[in-house]
Antibody, heavy 121, light 110 residues
Framework: QVQLQESGPGLVKPSETLSLTCAVSGYSISSDYYWGWIRQSPGKGLEWIGSVYHSGSTYYNPSLKSRVTISLDTSKNQFSLKVSSVTAADTAVYYC??????????????WGQGTLVIVSS | QSALTQPASVSGSPGQSITISCTGAGSDVGSYNLVSWYQHHPGKAPKLMIYEVIKRPSGVSNRFSGSKSGSTASLTISGLQAEDEADYYCCSYAGSSTGVFGTGTKVTVL
């Protein structure tokens, strides 16, 4: 059974770059599936940030596209998220997840437990 | 790309059925049969309850069912139980390999 685990700094300063990693076990990320990042800001709903296909193709939320980079590291079986020029609005619990099938339907079946990132000086 | 519209809250008594609506536009819910629903208990990871409008992942109770009419999708929970109390989010494919979540609905079991 696939397992996902987010990791990264819990505190990031405004204007800096937020960097998170999602370690995957139980499945090779280069084999198949779409792998995504979703976040939830305090008191708000879920927001899709972006996804990466096992081939390395990436897809981003248009509202975040200019600041977001998602990439695969197949040697470590993990994928990462970078959000540049962060502000307090980027404070959120960040989740990594895997879709239920090999085509993108935005049906994320497997999730990490989430990691809280606070943007503050 | 605007968030899909859901009622802020829905409540029901144990054993009753409730329905949560999710209204989008012609560019998302109305254009694709790719609506999913998530159950989210605070402090835990979201759980996929319905995908592709009507499909249930393995292990999800058949008390949960999905449907769609035009630009509005719906999640129905029948035989409401205390454990169903949570936040529920819809999500839709919105074209060009992008997706959008709903505003979320808090379900309260009275």
């Amino acid at each position: 059974q696939v397992q996902l685990q987010e990791s990264g700094p819990g505190l990031v300063k405004p204007s800096e770059t937020l960097s998170l990693t999602c370690a995957v076990s139980g499945y090779s990320i280069s084999s198949d599936y779409y792998w995504g990042w979703i976040r939830q800001s305090p008191g708000k709903g879920l927001e899709w940030i972006g996804s990466v296909y096992h081939s390395g193709s990436t897809y981003y939320n248009p509202s975040l596209k200019s600041r977001v980079t998602i990439s695969l590291d197949t040697s470590k079986n993990q994928f990462s998220l970078k959000v540049s020029s962060v502000t307090a609005a980027d404070t959120a619990v960040y989740y990594c997840a895997r879709e239920i099938s090999d085509r993108t339907t935005f049906s994320f079946e497997s999730w990490g437990q989430g990691t809280l990132v606070i943007v503050s000086s | 790309q605007s968030a899909l519209t859901q009622p802020a809250s829905v409540s029901g008594s144990p054993g009753q059925s409730i329905t949560i609506s999710c209204t989008g536009a012609g560019s998302d819910v109305g254009s694709y049969n790719l609506v999913s629903w998530y159950q989210h208990h605070p402090g835990k990871a979201p759980k996929l309850m319905i995908y592709e409008v009507i499909k249930r992942p393995s292990g999800v109770s058949n008390r949960f069912s999905g449907s769609k009419s035009g630009s509005t999708a719906s999640l129905t929970i029948s035989g409401l139980q205390a454990e169903d109390e949570a936040d529920y989010y819809c999500c839709s494919y919105a074209g060009s390999s992008t997706g959008v979540f709903g505003t979320g609905t808090k379900v309260t079991v009275l």
